[in-house]
């Protein structure tokens, strides 16, 4: 099948009995509006308290809104596709897909990496915090995140999409690059394949950064004599650290399995668990242990008094 623009593809759905599509809709409307009411409540506690107007704070309304736009990518479309009981994708809705999903994923990932830093100049160079991570330097790290992740979602989606595909049978809920690249009858593919090895070497660059950041974090918190202000501050990097957590094992679960053709049904159960449970889990892992964001939240939700602000590094 030439590639035309008029090109429809054909995505996976979760089952094929009525009964269980309308199931599965609903659970994914019920995660989908978890995470973005989550999501939105973080940015909306943060943009409306002036005391979370700090590096960290306006790390983490970034970082909310990413999930947001991460999680809109597929879940949307998965549940028409239930709901519908239609599977296609129009051409430029694959495109659409494949791009915003490296725009978001690849910023949220740089931002994560940013964040590590922020906490490493925080504890570990407290006296010049303020010099390094001035408004200015914040909003250039952001930009440079959002570009870094502009720039991939431009190289992969055109990468791929400049094959010619044979088939229009994705093998997933949504337009994932992996199996799109089985469905091209051209060598153009090993171009993508190529830019898929580099984007893994980059995050796992960014990953070994952060595990490096925090062996440094927590030698400079373990030489504290005081164990309450080793307390604090390891609750000001435990949200975090988590959150990287969530993000880097549920994607390990996700693609690093034994590779099976047959295991159509485990690929999107797998695909779901990594796309959908991080930007859903984040607000929650946020919130939790974190009293100026909880201070926030009860102002903002009127859920009780304005309590006490609560200085965090």
Not at 95 to 118: C, E, P, R, W
Not at 145 to 160: P, R
Not at 209 to 215: A, H, K, L, R, S
Not at 274 to 279: A, C, F, G, L, V
Request: proline share 4%.
């Amino acid at each position: 099948m030439n590639k035309m623009h008029n090109l429809t593809f054909l995505l996976l759905g979760f089952s094929d009995i009525r009964e269980l599509q309308i199931l599965h809709f609903f659970v994914f409307l019920a995660l989908y509006m978890t995470a973005i009411i989550g999501n939105l409540l973080i940015v909306a506690a943060i943009v409306l308290d002036h005391h979370l107007h700090t590096p960290m704070y306006f790390f983490l309304l970034n970082l909310a809104m990413l999930d947001v736009g991460t999680i809109s990518v597929m879940v949307p479309k998965s549940m028409a596709i239930s709901l519908l009981n239609s599977r296609y994708i129009s051409y430029f809705g694959c495109v659409a897909q494949v791009f915003f999903l490296y725009l978001f994923g690849t910023s949220d990932f740089a931002l994560l990496t940013i964040m590590a830093h922020d906490r490493y100049v925080a504890i570990c160079n407290p006296l010049h915090y303020e010099t390094i991570m001035h408004k200015g330097a914040c909003i250039q790290m952001v930009a440079i995140g959002w570009i870094v992740g502009l720039l991939a979602a431009i190289l992969h989606a055109g990468s791929t999409f400049a094959n010619t595909f044979c088939s229009n049978a994705v093998n997933q809920f949504f337009c994932e690059i992996p199996k799109l690249l089985k469905l091209s009858c051209s060598d153009f593919y090993l171009v993508e394949v190529g830019l898929l090895v580099l984007t893994f070497s980059i995050g796992t660059g960014c990953f070994i950064f952060i595990i490096i950041t925090y062996m440094q974090i927590f030698s400079a918190v373990l030489r504290i004599p005081s164990v309450q202000g080793q307390k604090k501050l390891l609750s000001t990097c435990l949200p975090h650290l988590t959150v990287v957590s969530v993000l880097i094992f549920t994607g390990i679960f996700a693609y690093a399995k034994p590779p099976n053709d047959a295991s159509f049904d485990l690929d999107i159960a797998f695909a779901g668990i990594y796309t959908i449970i991080p930007p859903t889990l984040n607000p929650f892992i946020y919130s939790i242990r974190n009293k100026e964001i909880k201070t926030a939240l009860w102002k903002l939700l009127d859920l009780g008094p304005s309590k006490t602000q609560f200085r965090v590094l």
